[in-house]
């Protein structure tokens, strides 16, 4: 948000104390982002608020600048955030921290993958806030650590990507613990069907707020798609990893070893490279955010457990090396780019075999993507066009043997794997 119009808000007139004001200032945060000046100001009077809105628009503060602001020091545990990866609830937890400078507020992450005995000892102290998985968290509920009595604020931070990944059973059991009397706060960046149901059903008179549609890609971000063969996909990544601005890269794959064969690839060009998947442990998982954040890595590939949660400031560049079968997804995969208001730039390879999927992606987006035809990797031969990253459409030479007068689109993607290149269909 800028200041161009009187009407802009500041969080100072948001009812924000003057403690929290300071902590905001320290962080660098100038103005509110739409998401936090819609919700802050309801989730400060106690009202229940559902906030849809992309990823990287601030949802974090939104939430819990509230939620530090209704919190007493030295009663336990008041405040509750479930998060559906580490990843997210480690960087809640970093958010909160930084948020609560220059009070007593104690927080603690909850998640699996670690051990148990500091999350204990974290328990057993009586932190006023915890960043959970639901897995985890329940698992010390069942043990009789973990006691909900206290809790006064329940937050759900990405319900979606929650319920996707199979975590309905234990938010409904972390639901039936927590206090009737308390308030709810569920945000989403998608809101489908279950999340409808879920939000209606959990929340009393709350306060709907919605700063984008459903899939809906951040301003600032620039989206190119890359015609490209699936044996020169790696060939074309690193043409690109050459060019000039791309200085911090996010990589995505659809499969974890395909994370780690690209891995080891950029390395044997060179390239300083970390991966992230669910088969690393959490130390491994949070070393590589880590080498990347602090930029001792300049290139980070990542399966989609990195496509929430993972907020990092001054990626330049990201890339789906895979193009994602689910339209969802590639907004919160390019999400991780241009965060908080930021240019950044999203690139999709696609193949031949990717055609069927991105006409679906196209379709749910409701927008067309030009494709940028490099002669040397274009999967259609040799058509002529710009290699300008601007993506201007390209118009074929000629037609592939068999083709005739047809638009390469109106072809399924086995037609076209069999016309163009057999080897097509393969993934690397």
Not at 91 to 97: R, Y
Not at 131 to 149: E, N, V
Not at 264 to 283: D, I
Request: aromatic share 4%.
């Amino acid at each position: 948000m800028t200041n161009d119009t009187n009407d802009a808000p500041r969080f100072a007139d948001l009812g924000i104390s003057p403690e929290r004001l300071a902590a905001i200032e320290a962080l660098g945060w100038t103005e509110p982002t739409p998401i936090q000046a819609k919700a802050i100001p309801p989730a400060l009077e106690g009202r229940d608020v559902v906030g849809i809105a992309q990823t990287g628009t601030g949802k974090t503060g939104a939430f819990m600048i509230p939620a530090l602001e209704r919190i007493r020091v030295g009663q336990g545990l008041q405040a509750l955030v479930l998060c559906p990866t580490r990843e997210l609830a480690q960087q809640v937890a970093e958010d909160t921290e930084a948020l609560a400078r220059g009070t007593n507020v104690r927080v603690a992450v909850i998640v699996g993958g670690v051990a148990y005995g500091p999350q204990l000892e974290a328990l057993e102290s009586g932190v006023e806030v915890i960043a959970a998985t639901p897995g985890r968290f329940i698992d010390h509920l069942q043990r009789g650590k973990a006691r909900l009595k206290s809790v006064r604020m329940l937050v759900l931070d990405e319900a979606d990507r929650m319920l996707d990944m199979g975590f309905r059973p234990q938010i409904e059991e972390i639901l039936r613990t927590c206090p009737r009397n308390r308030q709810t706060m569920l945000f989403s960046a998608t809101m489908p069907h279950g999340v409808h149901d879920l939000a209606t059903r959990i929340t009393r008179d709350a306060v709907w707020v919605e700063v984008a549609p459903s899939g809906t890609k951040a301003e600032g971000i620039t989206e190119l798609v890359y015609s490209v063969k699936p044996e020169k996909k790696a060939e074309l990544l690193v043409k690109l990893l050459d060019e000039p601005g791309w200085e911090q890269v996010l990589i995505f794959t659809r499969t974890k070893a395909g994370a780690d064969a690209l891995k080891a690839r950029l390395e044997q060009r060179g390239y300083r490279t970390a991966v992230m998947h669910s088969n690393l442990n959490m130390k491994a998982r949070g070393r590589a955010l880590e080498d990347f954040t602090e930029g001792r890595i300049r290139i980070l590939v990542a399966t989609d457990i990195a496509q929430r949660g993972l907020d990092v400031e001054g990626i330049s560049h990201v890339v789906n090396y895979d193009v994602p079968l689910d339209p969802e997804d590639y907004i919160h995969r390019i999400g991780r780019t241009g965060r908080a208001g930021a240019a950044g730039i999203a690139v999709t390879f696609l193949t031949a075999a990717d055609l069927g999927a991105f006409k679906t992606l196209e379709n749910r987006l409701g927008r067309t993507f030009e494709r940028i035809h490099l002669p040397e990797y274009d999967y259609a031969g040799t058509p002529q066009t710009s290699s300008s990253p601007a993506g201007r459409r390209g118009r074929h030479s000629r037609s592939p043997r068999g083709l005739g007068s047809r638009k390469l689109d109106e072809l399924t993607p086995e037609q076209l794997a069999a016309l163009l290149d057999p080897s097509a269909g393969s993934d690397e």
